[in-house]
């Protein structure tokens, strides 16, 4: 397998597996950290600490892998793993546009 195959296939899976855990915490927060929902000084360090970080990296890998993807895509021949490269990274840019019409229609 080509280096750049290896790399591509390294940064998707970590993103794909950040945002799982990222989202794992945030909902278990009060379990796990005793953070309680509605307590404004925690929620901002937990979130502005641990969770805003983990969701940008995933977020910037998501987009390089989708990038080097379409770079490569004519000289990666096999079709399966372009698309699992893009079903590994898709989740958190689907996440980030959705948040993002969320944000911008509240009325």
Known sequence: MDKKLK???RMALTSFILLTLALLINFF???LLGIK????PHNFSFNFLFFLPAILTSLGLGIAVIARTI???KDWNSLNRKLMFIG???PII???IFQ???ILTIE
Request: hydrophobic share 40%; net charge positive.
């Open 100 to 102: 993002t019409i969320r």
């Open 37 to 40: 929902e509605g307590y404004a």
């Open 7 to 9: 790399w591509t296939f």
């Open 29 to 31: 927060r009060e379990p």
């Open 88 to 90: 590994l990274s898709s």
């Open 94 to 96: 689907l996440l980030f």
């Open 71 to 73: 770079k490569h895509w």
